[in-house]
């Protein structure tokens, strides 16, 4: 049985070529796309890799030190004794002379110990310490200037204080206006203005 109105499709005649195919179907190309995005992603995860390594061996590695320790000796080895010598330099300041103590009977380095009149003022000491019949008598120094001396002298009339005697060896010179006073190891001497000089000799003396 036919069917005349169905309708008849046309067929290709055998040995014609079909339509042309697309060249990113070929399994080459394929493959070569897909060795590309290989090696591609491979290189960002080998930059990253890198990129971290090294920064991480940056911070952890410390800088090295220039600077090189001793090396200690053989303990093995026996050391020599080390002497230590300590170089005292003498003192620029020199301590005053100590003062002597003077060998008259009741005086002490000031001079007459409970005679006042007859003894030398704060802390001085005594250079020169005598005594008479009637006087007793002390020359004095202030502190540690021996230039800066003073004379006192005490009998039972009263006493006297003159600043500044002059001294030559052992005899002590000093003035009070027109009266003069002498005193040495052996004897007081008294210049008077108005009579001739007055002398007493010393029962004992000292000087410094």
């Known amino acids: 049985m036919t069917y005349p109105n169905q309708p008849s499709y046309p067929t290709m005649p055998p040995g014609t070529p079909g339509p042309p195919r697309s060249q990113?179907?070929?399994?080459?190309?394929?493959?070569?796309?897909?060795?590309?995005?290989?090696?591609?992603?491979?290189?960002v995860i080998a930059a990253f890799y890198f990129?971290?390594?090294?920064?991480?061996?940056?911070?952890?590695?410390?800088?090295?030190?220039?600077?090189?320790?001793?090396?200690?000796p053989d303990s093995g080895t026996p050391q020599p004794p080390v002497t230590v010598t300590s170089v005292v330099s003498p003192s620029s300041t020199q301590p005053s002379r100590?003062?002597?103590?003077?060998?008259?009977?009741?005086?002490?380095?000031?001079?007459?110990?409970?005679?006042?009149?007859a003894r030398c003022n704060a802390d001085d000491d005594a250079v020169?310490?005598?005594?008479?019949?009637?006087?007793?008598?002390?020359?004095?120094?202030v502190g540690s200037d021996t230039s800066r001396l003073y004379y006192k002298g005490w009998s039972g009339a009263g006493g006297i204080t003159i600043d500044y005697p002059s001294r030559a060896g052992d005899t002590f010179t000093a003035v009070n206006g027109s009266t003069q006073y002498v005193v040495s190891p052996s004897?007081?001497?008294?210049?008077?203005?108005?009579?001739?000089?007055?002398?007493?000799?010393?029962?004992?003396?000292?000087?410094?």
């Open 128 to 141: 020169f310490v005598g005594y008479t019949s009637r006087s007793h008598i002390v020359v004095c120094q």
């Open 24 to 43: 990113w179907t070929s399994p080459a190309v394929m493959l070569a796309v897909i060795a590309g995005l290989l090696v591609l992603i491979g290189g």
């Open 187 to 208: 004897q007081l001497t008294i210049y008077l203005p108005d009579r001739g000089p007055q002398q007493e000799s010393m029962i004992s003396a000292w000087v410094d």
């Open 51 to 72: 990129a971290g390594g090294h920064s991480s061996k940056d911070q952890a590695t410390p800088p090295e030190s220039s600077i090189q320790q001793p090396v200690p």
């Open 98 to 117: 100590p003062a002597s103590t003077p060998t008259v009977s009741g005086a002490d380095r000031q001079g007459f110990i409970g005679i006042s009149g």
